[in-house]
């Protein structure tokens, strides 16, 4: 018997290539056995599964939201879900989730830190019987694959940044998220960086959307009420349209394109608007020069810093438009995902994966990359639009995302994937489940 792992099936042997003995501490004799490969269904369980995500900290960006929106489905799919990271904000939504979170700082570069959270890890996966780890960044990456191969568990990694390497040691530190048992990229455009750059072969490559929540993002159970409120803290105007980009301020986001393309807008005549800027200020030089050229270009009475925003679907059914005029790549786009899904028109850059959530003319635009004249003629044609147009691309921008872009089916796909590898039915269960609600 494999230790902690229930009964091997014999398909299983042949990928065997070495074992160690060792016993606990009442005696028991332990084996594990250490494989080359890990090909599907080779793992049959007599237990729930285990799954460990490792991740820097419970901030509240869109990696660790897809690990708690995971950790939920492995709870609802009738395993058990650990997180190690440091604590954060979401600390409590994690909890929520059903799963056990382990304080552990995974955040430091220092290779001897690297080692030391290895063989926590390893600690970690024989205590609590860890079947398999699934990593979401880097430096948490180098430490469980240091673990997974010393404990001969599979690893899982997910490719969430662009994560650029213009030498050749960058690239080496980027690619611990390319060895994993399988690797799985949030978009297409990802998937072809993994392909392409990092040789990551079709076997072990699944690409796996990020998702919005439709139960949360619909514009039926946003009330005039939550709506209202955020009007009123923004000060919008009676009747005035309202132009949104949720965005952390800092400069690659764009912020700088949009401000320049709203002087070509306030030179045009269309119903009156004010923009929203939402997002926390991680950049805090770059926050003083945009509010410098908002100065220069008197828009001070346009446009509004918001800061972060509690309530993401009241802000977008606030909206008109939503913009993310992103300067680099985006590996995603959530948030345009989510505006979609509220039935809003959006504008993004001609690049990353905003070429695969956004359809060009029926659900929004996408205009080339920092250029505030494009930008400023995609405002004037959407905020000019008649009522009828509006309404195609509302129908098709929330058809399309339900479609392709929701959490359970990033859910499904994901559980889909630790099935492969564990011979487990997760992805199955949670199935189900979801059928009967």
Not at 23 to 46: Q, Y
Not at 213 to 236: M, N, T
Request: glycine letters at 8%; proline letters at 6%; aromatic letters at 6%.
């Amino acid at each position: 018997m494999l230790a902690g792992h229930g009964r091997l099936p014999f398909s299983f042997l042949p990928v065997c290539h070495s074992e160690s003995v060792r016993r606990d501490r009442s005696g028991r004799l332990l084996v594990r056995i250490k494989f080359s490969e890990w090909p599907a269904e080779t793992l049959m369980t007599d237990r729930s599964p285990v799954i460990l995500q490792v991740l820097p900290a419970l901030s509240t960006g869109g990696l660790e939201r897809g690990a708690i929106e995971i950790a939920a489905a492995i709870t609802q799919a009738g395993g058990k879900a650990i997180v190690a990271s440091k604590p954060g904000p979401l600390l409590i939504q994690l909890r929520h989730a059903g799963a056990l979170h382990v304080p552990l700082n995974l955040k430091s570069k220092s290779p001897v830190a690297v080692l030391r959270r290895a063989r926590d890890l390893q600690k970690l996966i024989r205590q609590q019987g860890v079947d398999l780890v699934h990593a979401r960044s880097r430096i948490p990456a180098w430490a469980a694959w240091l673990a997974c191969r010393r404990e001969g568990i599979p690893l899982i990694t997910t490719w969430h940044g662009v994560h650029g390497a213009g030498w050749w040691g960058k690239k080496l530190y980027n690619s611990v998220l390319a060895r994993g048992t399988r690797v799985i990229a949030i978009s297409n455009f990802i998937a072809s960086r993994l392909s392409g750059q990092y040789g990551v072969q079709p076997d072990r490559l699944r690409t796996i959307p990020r998702g919005a929540d439709p139960s949360l993002f619909d514009p039926q159970k946003v009330s005039g009420e939550r709506i209202q409120r955020l009007a009123e803290a923004w000060s919008v105007p009676h009747g005035a349209r309202v132009i949104l980009m949720p965005a952390r301020l800092t400069a690659w986001k764009g912020q700088r394109v949009l401000i320049e393309a709203l002087k070509f807008l306030k030179q045009v005549s269309v119903a009156p608007w004010i923009c929203v800027l939402v997002g926390p200020e991680t950049d805090h030089k770059f926050a003083l020069s945009l509010g410098r050229r908002i100065q220069e270009l008197g828009l001070e009475d346009r446009v509004r810093f918001a800061g972060t925003c509690q309530d993401m679907p009241a802000a977008c059914a606030l909206a008109s438009v939503v913009v993310a005029p992103s300067l680099r790549p985006e590996p995603f786009g959530r948030t345009l995902v989510e505006a979609q899904m509220m039935g809003k028109p959006v504008i993004g850059t001609a690049q990353g994966a905003m070429m695969e959530t956004v359809l060009p003319g029926q659900t929004g635009l996408v205009i080339p990359p920092d250029n505030p004249q494009a930008l400023a003629e995609a405002l004037v044609g959407i905020l000019s639009a008649d009522d009828e147009t509006l309404a195609y691309l509302a129908e098709n921008a929330r058809e399309h995302v339900l479609r392709n872009y929701t959490i359970r089916q990033m859910q499904s796909a994901t559980l889909g994937v630790y099935d492969e590898l564990l011979g487990t039915h997760l992805r199955a269960y949670f199935d189900g489940q979801t059928d009967d609600n």
